[in-house]
T-cell receptor
Framework: GEDVEQSLFLSVREGDSSVINCTYT??????LYWYKQEPGAGLQLLTY?????DMKQDQRLTVLLNKKDKHLSLRIADTQTGDSAIYFC????????????FGAGTQVVVTP | DGGITQSPKYLFRKEGQNVTLSCEQN?????MYWYRQDPGQGLRLIYY???????QKGDIAEGYSVSREKKESFPLTVTSAQKNPTAFYLC??????????FGQGTRLTVV
């Protein structure tokens, strides 16, 4: 079945860039998503990329997609303490009826 | 404001009791989903519905039931058959391709 993998933890200093990586196995993925979850809250959609794109930039966020290697990354520029959260990568296949397959999440801790 | 509302925020269940989690959306989305989140794990799909009066089992449907009588509402019942129900439950809705939008979650604890 489909599988999405992420590293579990990332520590970054305030003002530096963060890079969160994700790999997936479903070659039919049409959309790939990044979500942010703060403690005790639901998931907030940060950004997404269509599978025929290789990059998308949205303010401080840059998404890179290497479809050949099935590798997705999220770069957060000028990381702030408010960026401390769990970040989830998710993919949607072409025939999945909108269902998302999630990774286990990357805990990002921003230190002053 | 448009969005997804889950209630209650916290819920306590006794052994052998059924409980129902509410999910309402005013986004006019056709599709709705229930996910379960356990500590240190990603989200796992319980049930989903693409249209009123129709729903499908997800990856971990055993011990759960749903209904979809109205487009706006997709309640989840955690039955006594669910042996390990303590978890964070998230409801979502979406338009194909635009990504799923999530409620704020319900934390269910067995006491």
């Amino acid at each position: 079945g489909e599988d999405v993998e992420q590293s579990l933890f990332l520590s970054v200093r305030e003002g530096d860039s963060s890079v969160i990586n994700c790999t997936y196995t479903d070659s039919s993925s049409t959309y790939l998503y990044w979500y942010k979850q703060e403690p005790g809250a639901g998931l907030q959609l940060l950004t997404y990329i269509f599978s025929n794109m290789d990059m998308k930039q949205d303010q401080r966020l840059t998404v890179l997609l290497n479809k050949k290697d099935k590798h997705l990354s999220l770069r957060i520029a000028d990381t702030q303490t408010g960026d401390s959260a769990i970040y989830f990568c998710a993919e949607m296949g072409s025939d999945s009826w909108g269902k998302l397959q999630f990774g286990a999440g990357t805990q990002v801790v921003v230190t002053p | 404001d448009g969005g997804i509302t889950q209630s209650p925020k916290y819920l306590f269940r006794k052994e052998g009791q059924n409980v129902t989690l509410s999910c309402e959306q005013n986004l006019n989305h056709d599709a709705m989903y229930w996910y379960r989140q356990d500590p240190g794990q990603g989200l796992r799909l319980i049930y989903y519905s693409q249209i009123v009066n129709d729903f499908q089992k997800g990856d971990i449907a055993e011990g759960y039931s749903v209904s979809r009588e109205k487009k706006e509402s997709f309640p989840l019942t955690v039955t006594s058959a669910q042996k390990n129900p303590t978890a964070f439950y998230l409801c979502a809705s979406n338009i194909q391709g635009a990504g799923a939008f999530f409620g704020q979650g319900t934390r269910l604890t067995v006491v």
